[in-house]
């Protein structure tokens, strides 16, 4: 008998047998693609992927008797022998060779550097023939039937690329399922997940959302916004039995749309019988406002909050090629969201790395997505440099993955065909709010004061010290803090500083003593960075804002009489230039395209001036940069890649460089790693069952996302070589831990700059 996975000291009789592996797998990876019609390729896929494990020289492997042999490429090379050399199945057969090749080490590129197309032409060991006994595998029909072909016949080769991953991921998901139940019933254990469907529990749903709006509107039955509020709910739910396709949400902050898209996205998934509803926002600092809000009016047991990087990839790049299975239960010790819950609440970052990834990691949750509701929050907030291809993703999704994208914001970006080359179709029903331009005009509640001259921290500290309440938004979180630090000088009163240095947990409640602070009428002056003004729900009476784009002042201006108590002319958001602390520069073209902007409109919140903004915005950057991504070269070059460009479809070949675009992919350029502060009981507690074995990694990952800060990753590495943070072991580097606590405090965050510092104390033998 041939075996797929074995127990380290257990007799073979308890190690899992190989043909029982595939076919569990192949009938798991079916069963999820056969929500995109791809339910006989999958099935193929996952019953090939451990071919290569019917060899002796993996037995022996396993065994204990010798090195990890290559079992993932002899399944790529079965399903292009099987597989009709004609006509669609060509392709399928391939797409279906990338994943399966890829499934523990990525999907690899074609040519180049451990490329399949190498891969496939390698020496390998010979396969036992009694796998087309155990198997019988049968490879007709495999491409999917009712597949839609964009018009535009240059992205064929980016749809087929993103149904490879998607198969990809349903591969990877059934074979750690598969593999996961293996292990855990040898140990007498179950996995820890149990969401529950959503078709199953929408009534429930439905009915706690309409009793959670009906005490809403009971207690603002006497204000003018809260009744515009119920109207423009009413109006977007009415359109939600409308066909499943791309929407549009146009509406100012504070028009309530949080709520009004997760109403119209629940009706909406009753009316078609969706899996899922995914909302996506664009700032990790306001998940946990939006998931709480969820949380409060869904249940919290339907709702997850994914937003740590704590279970990323690092974990392959230890071994990027990694085949060997000794290891499995190690692996599946470590964490990796699925997103298999009904209410997911992400962050944009998330969602579209994870949309161009290549690693098993990052791509297992990819087929969760499939017949979907997609709400995105703040749609403007998307990085130009992969703005057509996320929106090629959306739309392809939309297109041939049966999910719906809502595009939600005050701001909407002109993101419409034909005016933006390979966006989306939209028409007037497209559009889910009622008369966006007069809503612009009906809940204006602020006066825009924009000055040219630079303002010195000094002088911006003396305009604040003169009011009571005041909000400073700031362009980087080194301003922040230094801006902060001569308020402090300053003697300011009711001071508090907010960036995204604290942790998740540490900010909730520096918000919500900020809201008691407004509420209370005490003092009260932040200094934040744009972290706050992006749907969090503060009500300032004045608001000062450097200079960004239009988008963002829009966004911060929502911070500013945001419940319409305060008369307009009050109510001022003054934008000003900072005399030294100088905008990232990637903030220029969007501060230029606003300066264009400026002499055409006397009122720069109105949708006309917001739409004309946008069109600078591309117009400047220019439709190719708007799809350029920085790749890794021959060499260690680096080279300018277009997304939408790359993958190519030859007469019999898919020339698809799947790890180039994922290496390069990045809504963050920088990247960031986390760590985990835990300066209070419960993330020690967590951290304490991790490392006794009481709760799963996944589990652990989940529940310390509020305690942990994002830093740019040399600066981890310094804490860890200099002794500040440890590894969590058995681990590989998914959890690494702030050990000394000097480095952070409430009041200012995570100084991570002190990384190189060694106190004396410690110099001192």
């Known amino acids: 008998m041939f075996f797929a996975h074995s127990l380290e000291g257990r007799y073979r009789d308890t190690w899992q047998p190989l043909a029982a592996h595939l076919k569990a797998v192949s009938q798991l990876t079916s069963l999820r693609a056969e929500k995109f019609g791809a339910g006989r390729l999958g099935a ?33 090379r079965a399903i292009r022998e099987l597989a009709a050399a004609t006509g669609s199945d060509r392709f399928a057969a391939l797409i279906g060779a990338y994943c399966i090749a890829g499934h523990h080490a990525g999907l690899s590129n074609w040519s180049g550097d451990r490329a399949l197309s190498e891969r496939l032409r390698k020496e390998l060991p010979e396969l036992d023939p009694t796998w087309l006994d155990e198997l019988s595998p049968e490879a007709g029909g495999l491409f999917p039937q009712f597949f839609k072909r964009h018009p535009d016949i240059g ?79 009413a109006h977007a739910r009415a359109k939600a039995a409308r066909p499943r396709g791309i929407f549009t949400l146009n509406v100012p902050t504070g028009g309530g749309k949080t709520l009004t898209s997760l109403g119209f996205a629940l009706d909406h998934a009753k009316a078609h019988g969706m899996d899922r509803i995914v909302y996506g926002i ?45 290891d499995m239960g190690a692996k599946m010790r470590l964490a990796m969201e699925d997103w298999a819950a009904p209410i997911i609440v992400t962050t944009n970052v998330q969602l579209f790395e994870s ?19 997609i709400i995105l929050d703040e749609a403007q907030t998307i990085p130009l440099p992969v703005l057509r291809p996320c929106v090629a993703a959306l739309d392809e999704l939309a297109r041939n993955h049966g999910c719906s994208v809502v595009l939600c914001t005050a701001t909407q970006p002109a993101l419409a ?78 001071l508090v500083h907010l960036s995204t240095r604290q942790t998740a947990a540490d900010r909730r409640r520096i918000l919500a003593s900020i809201r008691d602070d407004l509420r209370a009428a005490r003092p009260c002056r932040v200094v934040a960075t744009s972290l706050v003004e992006a749907g969090v729900d503060l009500d300032f009476p004045r608001v000062w804002r450097a200079e960004a784009g239009l988008d963002q002042i829009a966004q911060a201006a929502g911070r500013c009489n945001r419940e319409g108590r305060r008369p307009v002319p009050d109510s001022v958001v003054k934008v000003f230039r900072p005399a030294a602390a100088k905008p990232p520069p ?53 080279e300018k890649m277009s997304v939408l460009d790359a993958f190519l479809v030859g007469k019999d070949v898919l020339d698809f460089p799947y790890r180039a675009v994922a290496e390069g992919f990045h809504l963050i350029e920088s990247g960031m790693e986390p760590v985990i502060v835990a300066i209070e009981d419960e993330p020690r507690v967590i951290i304490g069952r991790l490392q006794a074995g009481t709760i799963m990694a996944g589990a652990a990952a989940r529940k310390l996302q509020r305690f942990i800060v994002q830093v740019p990753p040399a600066w981890r590495r310094k804490l860890i070589d200099n002794g500040h943070a440890e590894l969590i072991p058995g681990y590989g580097d998914q959890f690494v831990e702030l050990r000394r606590e000097r480095f952070y405090t409430r009041e200012t965050g995570l100084l991570w700059e002190e990384a190189d510092v060694l106190a004396l104390s410690e110099l001192i033998i």
């Not at 451990?50 to 399944?75: V, W």
């Not at 949380?295 to 997850?304: C, I, P, Q, S, T």
């Not at 604040?464 to 922040?480: G, K, M, P, T």
């Not at 439709?623 to 070269?633: M, S």
């Open 355 to 373: 949309l161009f990834a290549n690693r098993p990691s990052r791509c297992r949750k990819l087929h969760n997505l499939v017949n979907a509701v």
């Open 282 to 326: 664009p700032f990790t600092s306001i998940i946990d406002q939006t998931a709480a809000i969820f949380r409060k009016v869904l249940g919290e047991e339907h709702v997850l909050e994914h937003h740590s990087a704590i279970e990323e990839e690092r974990q392959d790049r230890r071994s990027p090629d990694l085949e060997g299975e000794r």
């Open 417 to 494: 065909a034909p005016r933006f080359k390979g966006g989306f179709e939209l028409s007037q029903d497209s559009e889910l709010a009622p008369d966006p331009a007069g809503l612009a005009r009906e809940l204006r509640r602020v006066t825009l004061d924009v000055r040219s001259e630079p303002l010195a921290d000094a002088d911006l500290v003396a305009e604040i010290a003169a009011v009571e309440q005041a909000l400073v938004i700031v362009n980087s979180r080194q301003h922040a803090l230094d801006l902060y630090r001569a308020a402090k000088a300053a003697e300011l009163t009711g």
């Open 44 to 76: 193929m896929i996952g019953l090939l992927h451990d071919l290569g494990k019917y060899t002796n020289e993996f037995q022996d492997y396993i065994g204990g008797r010798g090195p990890s042999p290559d079992h993932a490429t002899a399944g790529a």
């Open 155 to 233: 992205r064929r080769g980016f749809q087929l690329a993103l149904l490879g991953r998607m198969l990809f991921s349903c591969l990877v998901d059934a074979d750690y399922r598969d593999t996961e139940t293996f292990y855990l019933n040898a140990v007498g254990h179950s996995a820890d997940r149990d969401w529950p469907v959503l078709p199953a529990i929408i009534d429930t749903l439905t009915a706690r959302f309409d009793s959670y709006m009906a005490d809403m509107a009971a207690t603002t039955s006497d204000s003018p916004l809260g009744h515009r509020r119920t109207e423009i709910l």
């Open 586 to 638: 990637e903030f220029r073209p969007f501060i230029e395209a606003m300066q264009r902007v400026i002499p055409h409109h006397d009122d720069l919140l109105s949708p006309e001036a917001i739409q004309r903004y946008f069109n600078e915005v591309y117009w400047q950057k220019g439709e190719k940069r708007l799809d350029q991504i920085t790749t890794r070269g021959t060499g260690g070059s680096t």
